[in-house]
Structures are given as C-alpha cells and as structure tokens.
C-alpha cells in the first residue's frame, strides 16, 4: 500500500492512497446511501455520510452473476455487496487545479461488472493524461432494471446520473474540473450515456465503446411480463416481500427456468434486465429521443471488428460479423452521423487488433487498451498470442487519442464520416 493522501470535501475528509505511479486513489466512496432494505428498488438517496471516512480500499461491486463473456474477458473474484452505490477517483493530487474529468461506467449488459474492478483501473489514464478518472458502481440486473407497475423504473440509470450529480458537486476538491467532464463507457454503460443524452444530461462529451445504442430497452408491457415471472420465481408476490428476501434468492431466481421462458418467449435476444420505456423516466418512443440525444453531446464513438465473437454461440465468421455490425457497427456510425448533421463534433474508430482466431476482435477488446490495464487483463483469452510491445504500442495510440478527446482536444484523425482502425 502507498502513502496515505487526504482530500477535504463538503461531506469530509477522505483518507486515499498514493500509488507508485504518484497518482492518488480514493475508493468506495459512497454517492448515495446504501440501496438495502426499504431502498431496495427504489431510486437511489443521497449519502449521509460525514466527517472522517476511509477511502484506502476497494469496496465490493453490485450482486451478479458470473458474465457469460468470461470465456473472452477472463473471470473476476471480488466481493459483492448490495451496498456498493461507490465510486473509485484517481487523481494527480486534491489541489485547486481544475483538470479534465472522466467518468466511467462499465458494460455487462446490465447485468454484471463493476466500476471497482482491477480491469478498469484508472491510474495509469489519470498519470498519462494530467486528469481525473472516476469509476461508477450501480446497481445490477434485477436490483436496478426489475420494472413493476407503478414503482420507478430504471432505479439503475438513476443511479448513473446520481454519480454524475456527486462529481458534479465534489470534483473540485479532488483536483478536477466540474465543467469539463467527459462520460465514458462499454456496451450497456455507453447504451447508458445515449440513455441519459435522451433526459437531462449534465454533460457535453460523450465516449460510445460498443453501445448497441437503444436495441436493449424493453416497452413497459415486456418488462412487466418479464418481472411478474421474476418475482413468481422468487416466490414474491409483491415488490415488499422481495425486498425482504436474501440477495441470493433474487439472483437464483434469475436462472429460474420461468424466468428463461420468459426471455425466450420476448423472442428479442435481450439482456435479461435493462432499461425500460416507462413513459416517464425514459420516453415510450424512444427512437425520436435518441435522435435528439445525439445533438447534446461532442463524441468519440468507437466499436469492434468481430463484436459478436466475444458471445457464446458466437464465432469470427460472416453471419456473427453480419450481426455485429447491425447490432454495434452500423448504429455506431449512424449516431457520429447524427452528431455531426446536428453541429456537434464526431470521430469514429473501430478496434480491429485480433491476438486469436477463436475471438478475433471482439467486444470488449479494446478495455486493455483504454485503460492501459494490460496486466488485470493478462489472462483474458481474447489477448492470447498478443505481444507485449505491440500491446503496448496500441495501449499509447489509444490512450493518446482518449486523453485528446477528455482534454476538449481532437483525436490525430479526421472526423466522422472517417472511421480509423485500430490495431
């Protein structure tokens, strides 16, 4: 553990550690109270805590189940708590230099990740780039998707933008810039980001890594049949007497064949919890929003080559290839066009660095490369046959052209509709 740092905030004084790399890290730093009993499902409240907290040690990531690209991304072993509405800030130093800030939330399909895990270390982006890196837990699967009529919906995007809210207020204090902020995130946290664009966004630049861009979000209809064979399956007849059951029946019933049924019978091929079109945290018709969503924000909009080859059942061939490109690729390009059409900046890029045969480029690939977390990621069966330096190499080209975009600056490429390869 490095030397002990200490940061004054509203709320109190955080104790953190500063790394080897001499940027400070802050963890499990609540923005919203515990979401346990009578908050469970419910929309996330704002912290109560005060005076002197520890923020030297990781805290735990939301309740889940194991990813089902594991078989790519390689497995995780961290603990898991319904108290766990964190974030994670590394820093150069809590001084009064207003330096550009990044906050990320992670993909998993809404389903699985954490802000808090090693993969998304964000040290080495803060020391390469003189700014402030912030990583997101919220609320998982049924915990922060489930939908019942007449209760809030989508209490996980709420989540989301309660974080933003917190940095929004706090960052300033820890060494960064309340008014450049840039969000990032992968797969369901940048279908997040679009979501979010569609409310009442707080921020102005956007980085999109694999957003499927709307096809996860359920109608209202959908979600309560979905939710009703939840809540059977945990033998719950109501949302209370969910609330008062043990977070691992919540997550057996998740793998109860009703509820698998259930999905089957959507016949979508959707994440088993996401976001809902409830007409009132997100609109019904969602399309409209979307479009209007793309003129709020400056993005940096990037996909794989082989997306799907990180699924199961999925492999490096013309009709995976044909459905990545609908699924990431082609709402990718069209949202940067979007942008652009609405006078907005966009440059797009696509990963295209394939270490195996088996995965090529696929979803996910480019995380090692964004974060420089080339050793988290050592096992990960997706880099097999990779070279250290040319990991590294694309780790630098990657970086440079991320840190240009938070800074307010531009990538070393022309804008949409150019698209550049990286590899």
Known sequence: MGQPVQAVLQAGTLTGVQEAS????????????????????????????????DATRPGPVSPQLPS?????????????SEDCLHLTVWTPAADQQRRPVVVWLHGGAWQSGGGALDWYDGAGLAARGDLVVVAVNYRLAALGWLYVPGQTANVGLLDQEAAIDWVLDNIQDLGGD????????????????????????????????????????????QAETLGRAFLQAADADTLDAA??????????????????DALRAEGSSRSQFGPVLDGQVLPEDIAPALR????????????????????????????????????FGAPSRQWAQEALAQGRLAW??????????????????????V?????????????????????????????????????????????????????
């Open 348 to 369: 797009l890029a696509r990963f295209d660095v394939a270490p195996s045969t088996r995965f090529g480029a696929c979803h996910c690939i480019e995380l090692p490369f």
């Open 292 to 327: 209007q969503a793309a003129s709020r924000a400056d993005v940096l909009v990037a996909y794989t080559r082989d997306e799907m080859a990180a699924f199961p059942g999925h492999a490096v061939d013309a009709a995976s290839n044909k459905m990545g490109d609908e699924v």
């Open 22 to 53: 001499g940027v400070c890290r802050y963890s499990a730093i609540p923005y919203a109270q515990a979401p346990v009993g009578s908050l469970r499902f419910a929309p996330p409240q704002p912290p109560t805590w005060r005076g002197k907290r």
């Open 243 to 260: 609330r008062a059951l043990p977070v691992s029946a919540l997550l057996a019933a998740q793998q109860a064949p009703a509820v698998a």
């Open 178 to 221: 309340p008014e450049r902020i840039t969000v990032m995130g992968q797969s369901a946290g940048a279908s997040s980001i679009c979501a979010m664009l569609a409310r009442r966004p707080r921020f102005s630049r956007a980085i999109l890594q694999s957003a499927a861009l709307g096809r996860g979000f359920r109608t209202a209809s």
């Open 68 to 80: 089902r690209l594991r078989e790519a991304m390689g497995d995780f072993d961290t603990p898991q």
């Open 371 to 423: 974060f420089g977390t080339l050793s988290a990621f050592a096992d990960a069966p997706m880099l097999a046959g990779l070279s250290r330096g040319d990991a590294e190499q694309l780790a630098a080209q990657t970086q440079r052209a991320w840190i240009a975009f938070i800074r307010g600056e531009a990538p070393d490429w022309p804008m949409a509709p150019h698209q550049q390869l990286l590899a």
